[in-house]
């Protein structure tokens, strides 16, 4: 069921689904009339499987997964869910192109204190937004020439049981929490040239995601399958 939570910081600078095919109109080309289904992906695949030789159950893009950063570690599927280990970065999947999408992961259920990050506008390792849920707030963080700034924070107990979304048109990135309202947003336009949506996470510990979905046309939770 949808949680609700309110809101307190919005800022400017200036359960295991699979895909409704019914969404999907056409390509990853270019932007879509309506929402669209780009990529789903449950991460079912043989322990160990690097994220970059994985392929999505579903993927209307052009291109596959991409990891990203740095350490001793990687992004790999484990126990049929994406895992980020001693790695600073992650993954994405570019959707060039679109005008306007919405995100969506669900927490592994692999670490019982898992700390999710979806990824958004990522240019690379120094240079990206990631919508974060820790133990006690959800927040939207800037990372720009490496430096992290917090841009939008709500009060929230992460949970093994939460999936959160975000919606990016190029000039607002909002997030909400098991599809309900949105509860943070953060106006910008900063690396909105990039369209690379995916997970990151940025210490030597561990993150898992499960059910990745990413749609076009769209910024309406209640759009996704």
């Known amino acids: 069921m949808p949680v609700s939570y309110s809101p307190s910081l919005n800022v400017s600078d200036s359960p295991s689904k699979g895909p409704d095919e019914r969404f999907f109109s056409g390509g990853g080309g270019g932007g879509s009339s309506g929402p669209t289904l780009l990529v789903y992906d449950s991460f079912t695949d043989t322990n160990g499987t690097p994220i970059e030789s994985h392929a999505p159950d579903t993927n209307n893009l052009s291109g596959g997964w991409v990891e990203f950063g740095s350490g001793s570690g990687g992004v790999t599927i484990v126990s049929n869910a ?26 592994g259920d692999v670490t019982a204190n898992n700390e999710p990050a979806l990824a958004a506008r990522v240019i690379d390792f120094d240079n990206l937004f990631f919508i974060v849920a820790l133990s006690s707030f959800y927040r939207i963080r800037e990372r720009t020439g490496g430096t992290i700034t917090d841009r939008a924070t709500t009060p929230h107990n992460n949970s093994l049981s939460d999936s959160y979304w975000f919606s990016d048109n190029g000039e607002e990135i909002t997030a909400g929490i098991n599809r309900g309202a949105a509860v943070i947003s953060y106006s910008s336009t900063t690396h909105n040239t990039s369209k690379k949506y995916g997970g990151a996470w940025f210490s030597n510990t561990t993150a898992d995601y499960d059910d990745f979905y990413l749609m076009s046309g769209t910024t309406d939770p209640a759009d996704l399958p």
């Open 82 to 107: 994406c895992r980020i280990n001693n790695w600073n970065g992650g993954y994405y999947i570019d959707a060039d192109g679109q005008t306007e999408v919405i995100c969506e992961s669900g927490n």
